[in-house]
């Protein structure tokens, strides 16, 4: 076969044959996860995917498109890349507990493991910790493994039991346990960082540093290479408290300053969600965002504007916890899938294509 001829569209029936198991798996496991949540008390919502800001973290990229007024006036506005901010001011509205399954738009994103556009699973606990979104979490990718019969979460030959108890580890042990690096002694009580010590300590045990690579850089650097290819075989990792800098929307630990009531999700070394203690310190969250439309300006040369009635939000809604789960992702490894697209009814087309 001539290996530049394009392949078959997804569309065509014998290409829609071998993805239609994931699909009726991925339809199973939603319609199981509907009932998981209505067990727990949860309202689901849907939210505008039209909004003002699409986030405000500095390297996700959004659908930007304009809105006409009555009177011929354009409007700016973004595909959202997260309900994130509709359901805080749900939140903040009164709801205590609510789900979302969003279809989410993030541009420069596409491969096994990405596209355009896709879906996440979020959900909300107000007045609850976020030690309960990890236990939702480990029930969730349980359920999902018994629901399509297949007992496991499998991506690229590696297996990961949803039925065994997680593991659960701080990103400062897991560098130094996999990188051999002492990540927290670049980070100090205020949450700022030292660049030249972390560059130093990736020096250290031989990794590249590039003259122009912030803090920033050097730990996404580490969290990519060293530590993420060593997540989740064999059972789900759990990766916790992340450093304040790279928690945009969470609030700092009550046990250490300098990190965060983040975590995220692997098995098989594929991240499958992103939770938080939530923050609600209004002066805060817009400097935190801030900062991060400053370093996106500083890489891509572009900002998004900040959405000030979810800031306005903030000053009502409770004390809470909420996590955004890749849908797709969790489908690809229950079903056995090996791209996303096996595993989307209608995937986006191909730009070039």
């Given at each position: ?319 809470a916890s909420g996590i955004a789960l890749g849908f797709d992702r969790l489908a690809m490894l229950a079903t056995g899938a090996s791209r996303i697209d096996q595993v989307l009814w209608a995937p986006v087309a191909e730009v070039g294509r």
């Amino acid at each position: 076969m001539n290996s530049s001829a394009k392949a078959s569209p997804w569309w065509t029936p014998s290409v829609h044959a071998d993805r239609r198991p994931f699909l009726i798996g991925r339809n199973a496991i939603q319609a199981a996860l509907r009932g998981f949540f209505a067990r727990e008390d949860f309202i689901e919502v849907d939210t505008a995917v039209l909004q003002i800001s699409p986030g405000n973290e500095a390297h996700l990229h959004a659908f930007a498109t304009e809105a006409l007024t009555t009177d011929g006036q354009k409007a700016p506005f973004y595909l959202h890349t997260s309900p994130e901010f509709a359901c805080k001011k749900l939140l903040a509205a009164g709801e205590e507990r609510i789900s979302c399954f969003a279809h989410v738009y993030r541009n420069r994103e596409r491969g096994p493991l990405h596209h355009p556009e896709f879906t996440m699973l979020e959900w909300y606990r107000a007045g609850e910790s976020y030690e309960s979104l990890m236990m939702d979490c480990v029930r969730i990718l349980a359920l999902a493994a018994e629901t399509v019969k297949t007992g496991k979460l499998v991506y690229r030959g590696a297996e990961s039991d949803p039925f065994a108890g997680p593991e659960r580890i701080s990103v400062a042990e897991a560098f130094e346990r996999h990188a051999g690096i002492d990540l927290l002694a670049s980070v100090a009580a205020d949450g700022s960082t030292d660049r030249d010590h972390l560059a130093a300590e990736l020096k250290r045990v031989g990794m590249r540093v590039a003259d122009d690579d912030g803090w920033a850089d050097l730990f996404s650097l580490v969290l990519v290479e060293k530590i993420e290819p060593r997540l989740g075989f064999g059972r789900i990792t759990i990766l916790d408290e992340y450093p304040i800098s790279e928690a945009a929307l969470a609030r700092p630990s009550a046990r250490d300053p300098r990190v965060a009531e983040r975590f995220e999700l692997y098995a098989c070394g594929v991240e499958l969600a992103n939770g938080f203690g939530e923050l609600t310190n209004a002066a805060e969250q817009r400097r935190r965002f801030e900062i991060e439309m400053a370093e996106k300006a500083r890489v891509y040369g572009e900002t998004y504007p900040i959405d000030e009635d979810f800031l306005a939000a903030l000053s009502l809604m409770p004390e809470a916890s909420g996590i955004a789960l890749g849908f797709d992702r969790l489908a690809m490894l229950a079903t056995g899938a090996s791209r996303i697209d096996q595993v989307l009814w209608a995937p986006v087309a191909e730009v070039g294509r």
